[in-house]
């Protein structure tokens, strides 16, 4: 599995999206070809392999005609020159294409944003989280890079879902928040759970905030996600635990003084 992709900051060499590997790139420029008229992209053939098989001593087909469909059936993107003139070719503005020097793999950009192939961050739930917090969760990190607003609406959900498994409705995220700190909730965890509901909330909705104007804030929430889980469940869970393999006779001596003082 290749390393986590890391987004570029200069254009020479950067992780590759492909290989993980930090490589060199070279650039080209993306340009459009027209098709004939009443010709239309070729779709790879379901038995692909087995026609290879079958024209593989025609002396019609050359092995470079082979080559080309058996690059074609893999989906990756390759250089080929067509036939026919390229007079009519126009380039593309705002879309580029960069070859990694490692792996050889052509990435696919619009302005500075990868859009071929298509990366998750690095971003990993913490062990803890409840299952239908983690849906969400996971399905926000696979959109971040190409919606950052979706990826931020959804994680407003998971916060309210997350109120719920700690012991509120989970109807209204605020209503939650405001009745978690009249029970003596930490003040970040209140922080981190606004932080969360706001930038969620003007997501979707007209607001201050736009996370289109800054992707960066976006992948933050995640982490306010996983502080707050590892807040307000994991450490209680591994606090009980070890307070559980204490021998049970002390565990008795700790209650009768803590009874003795109510």
């Known amino acids: 599995m290749p390393p986590a992709y890391i987004a570029p900051d200069t254009i020479e060499a950067f992780n590759c999206p492909h290989c993980g590997a930090l490589a060199h790139q070279d650039w080209f420029r993306a340009c459009a070809y027209a098709y004939e008229k009443g010709s239309f992209p070729w779709k790879v053939r379901d038995d692909l392999d087995d026609w290879l098989e ?18 074609k059936k893999t989906g990756k993107i ?64 696979q959109i971040l890079t190409s919606s950052p607003r979706g990826s931020a609406a959804l994680l407003r959900l998971a916060a309210q879902k997350l109120c719920k498994h700690l012991g509120e409705k989970g109807k209204n995220i605020n209503d939650d928040i405001a009745a978690m700190v009249t029970k003596g909730l930490d003040v970040r965890i209140q ?3 606004d ?3 706001i930038v969620g909330n003007d997501s979707v909705h007209p607001g201050q905030i736009d996370v289109r104007d800054n992707p960066e804030m976006a992948k933050k929430l995640f ?13 209680p869970k ?25």
């Open 54 to 71: 079958e024209i593989k001593h025609n002396p019609d087909f050359n092995e470079a005609t082979k080559t080309f469909f058996r690059k």
């Open 238 to 262: 591994h606090i009980d635990q070890l307070f559980g393999d204490l021998p049970e006779g002390k565990r008795a001596e700790i209650a009768k003084r803590d009874t003795s003082k109510s």
């Open 78 to 141: 390759f250089p080929h020159v067509g036939d026919g003139s390229n007079y009519y070719a126009k380039c593309l503005e705002n879309l580029d294409v960069s070859k990694c020097f490692s792996c050889e793999q052509f990435s696919v950009w619009r302005n500075s944003n990868l859009i071929f192939p298509h990366v998750f961050p690095d971003i990993k739930p913490n062990e803890d989280m409840p299952d239908d917090v983690r849906v969400d969760f996971e399905e926000a990190a």
């Open 223 to 235: 982490g306010l996600i996983n502080v707050i889980v590892d807040t307000m469940i994991t450490r």
């Open 195 to 197: 932080v969360v509901r």
């Open 191 to 193: 922080k981190s759970l």
